[in-house]
């Protein structure tokens, strides 16, 4: 199989021994660390050139840390005891995608893939096994087109620097993903990805019409030279399973200048449990221009622990439109124009990524720390499909003041609209019409609190478990993008029977796990492309 490489010239022998000579002396430990290393990095020597420096990090070099942390966004996978890479490749050019996937696969080393680090689970920068990462940092090109409302971004850029892009060249465009803007849009994309604007126009895999993909014969592919069934894999299907995408072509959508949005707390003692109650009932109902979500969380009130009860909504219009229909639809909340706000789409972003007193220039800080996560989390999600009762709610209530959960937090966010009007097997992620709402629950700390950590995650596995009658059946479903450990892995070297990975396969994709089996299967025969939650191949 051609990955469209010249034989190596002899020339180059010398370039590459001179180069492996160096790393040795510098690093001799790397001898015994893993027999295929030297070999990889002469391979990768024989393709680089003069650019090697410049986009392969050992541990020994000063800057392998740096590189490897910049974008790990939870701390429990940056610990003395987290395997680390053998090798950060940061590509400056598509050949150094396709020599790294040749160089890994002849030399056997695992390979990850990682745009912006924001894996829940750290699989995009950490293996088992002895492995590479490859770095998407610097392919993070984004372009604009105003006239025609789509845009191509690669898969190394950030949700921020998207945003940005579109905002400078309109007011009225935008794209439906999400609010934490140091997210990678490679990441992103592949696990499907919901945002402020899903009820209107669905999620952003159902607003990508193309993309530039590499397989692992290293060919460069596109919609219509990869096929419809590899094309619809690859949007929804997860990260690090099917091959390298480098870039993708959007639709952008239409919003109006001018947004509204609120957030109404209130407290147990102020009818939060007949609200949040009465909520589940509406929410999914509300006109597609509303984005409508409730989170919860135990606080003091003036020396008295109760819930926090927080009801926030989007609304792509003005404030007195937004009214009327919330009058109409959920008149309970009592919404009132002093608790609206106008603003613009790209404002909003900051609003609900509670970026506070900062222009909208920091979506563009890749090492900004998002206060919506701590340091270090554990992460679920649930879909709901019929209401939990108040009884259910009080039982909730109580588990949340218990102590381990002083760092709790659940989001409820609304489905319906756009939502309930795709079907199932449009993309791989297959939560849509029946869901009324899905459930996010975090649980975070800081390294002053690192000795809980164990006490924390116990809490949250203990909660979820207890969440069980009130959530979705056969399968319970899960969100890839909300990668989550605990429901199933393959094996450390990312194999698996089709009966394990059914276990967590159908939570994450219920009857379409059995067309991405079959896909991987004819894409990727030799299984190369694997982690801990890939796609298995068919045996």
């Not at 972003?349 to 206060?371: A, C, E, H, T, W």
């Amino acid at each position: 199989m051609s990955f469209f490489f010249p034989e190596m010239k002899a020339s180059q022998y010398f370039s590459m021994s001179l180069f492996l000579l160096i790393l040795l002396i510098s690093c001799p430990w790397l001898i015994s660390a893993n027999p295929h290393l030297n070999n990889f990095l002469g391979c990768l020597d024989s393709f680089y050139s003069n650019h090697i420096s410049q986009v392969i990090y050992t541990q020994n070099n000063a800057s392998y840390s740096s590189v490897l942390n910049a974008t790990i966004q939870n701390l429990r996978f940056s610990t003395p005891t987290t395997p680390k890479p053998l090798v950060i490749v940061t590509p400056l050019q598509t050949s150094h995608i396709q020599a790294t996937i040749r160089c890994s696969r002849t030399n056997g080393l695992n390979l990850r893939i990682r745009s912006g680090g924001h894996d829940f689970e750290g699989l995009s920068y950490v293996s088992q096994v002895p492995f590479v990462v490859l770095d998407l940092t610097n392919f993070r090109s984004v372009k604009i087109d105003v006239k025609n409302k789509v845009a191509w971004v690669q898969s190394g850029a950030i949700l921020g620097e998207f945003y940005s892009e579109i905002a400078k060249r309109s007011r009225t465009l935008a794209f439906p993903a999400g609010i934490c803007h140091t997210v990678g849009v490679g990441g992103y994309l592949s696990g499907g990805g919901y945002g402020l604007l899903l009820r209107k126009y669905g999620l952003a895999v159902d607003n990508v019409i193309d993309a530039v993909f590499i397989d692992v014969n290293g060919r460069i592919l596109k919609r219509k030279s990869m096929g419809e069934d590899l094309f619809w894999a690859i949007r929804g299907g997860g990260g690090g399973s099917f091959g390298v995408v480098l870039s993708w072509k959007v639709k952008l959508v239409s919003v109006p200048s001018t947004v509204t949005v609120f957030t109404i707390r209130k407290t147990l003692e102020e009818n939060a449990t007949n609200l949040v109650h009465q909520w589940q009932s509406v929410g999914h109902k509300l006109p597609g221009d509303i984005f409508s979500a409730v989170t919860m969380r135990k606080v003091n009130r003036n020396g008295k622990t109760t819930i926090l009860v927080a009801f926030s909504s989007f609304f792509l219009g003005e404030t007195n439109a937004l009214i009327t229909l919330m009058k109409a639809g959920f008149p309970e909340l009592g919404l009132k124009k002093e608790h609206c706000t106008e603003m613009s789409w790209i404002e909003s972003i900051l609003y609900f990524g509670q970026i506070q007193n900062k222009s909208i220039d920091v979506l563009l800080d890749r090492s900004y720390k998002s206060p919506l996560n701590a340091p270090w989390f554990k992460t679920k999600l649930d879909y709901v499909k019929n209401p939990i009762p108040k009884a259910g709610f009080e039982k909730i209530w109580c588990k949340l003041y218990e102590e381990d959960a002083e760092t709790a937090a659940m989001a409820f966010i609304a489905y319906g609209g756009k939502m309930a009007e795709i079907p199932e097997s449009a993309t791989p992620f297959p939560h849509r019409d029946g869901n009324l709402y899905h459930i996010a629950y975090t649980v975070g700390w800081d390294g002053e609190e690192n000795t809980k950590s164990q006490r924390y995650m116990n809490w949250i596995r203990k909660f979820y478990s207890f969440m069980t009658p009130f959530v979705s059946k056969s399968p319970r479903g899960a969100y890839v993008n909300y990668r989550d450990d605990d429901i199933g892995t393959n094996n450390k070297k990312g194999e698996t029977s089709y009966a394990k990975a059914s276990v967590w396969g159908r939570k994450y994709f219920k009857n379409n796990f059995d067309k991405l089996i079959y896909i991987k299967t004819k894409v990727d025969p030799h299984n190369f492309f694997k982690h801990e939650q890939s796609i298995p191949v068919s045996v």
